[in-house]
């Protein structure tokens, strides 16, 4: 069975840092570009980053460039997303997903994991 799992989420002040995991199992990530992307209520979903198969390149939405990193490591079939100086408007629940390229559609989802920054 194909599966994404995020985790990492929680509660954190502004101005701090989480970093969440997107293990994956069934199959192997290798082949696949990684998109993390973010759903705020009341908003719609929305892209934050993507990192291509071999991992020689990645994007970011303009709202957390410089804050925040993907990465990702085929041995482990594991992404992540390094999020440091957390704003409240940060807070969402967060998806990883698998696509062929990064500016592919979407081949599967994980469930998601909430961030919530608040003091």
């Known amino acids: 069975q194909l599966q994404l799992v995020e985790s990492g989420g929680g509660l954190v002040q502004p101005g701090g840092s989480l970093r969440l995991s997107c293990a994956a199992s069934g199959f192997t990530l290798d082949y696949y570009a990684i998109g993390w992307f973010r759903q705020a209520p009341g908003k719609e979903r929305e892209g934050v980053s993507c990192i291509s198969s071999s991992g020689g390149s990645t994007n970011y939405a303009d709202s957390v460039k410089g804050r925040f990193t993907i990465s990702r490591d085929n041995a482990k079939n594991t992404a992540y997303l390094q999020m440091n100086s957390l704003k409240p408007e940060d807070t969402a629940v967060y998806y990883c997903?698998?696509?062929?390229?990064?500016?592919?559609?979407?081949?599967?989802w994980g469930r998601g994991t909430q961030v919530t920054v608040s003091s």
């Open positions: 997903a698998v696509r062929y390229y990064c500016s592919g559609p979407v081949r599967d």
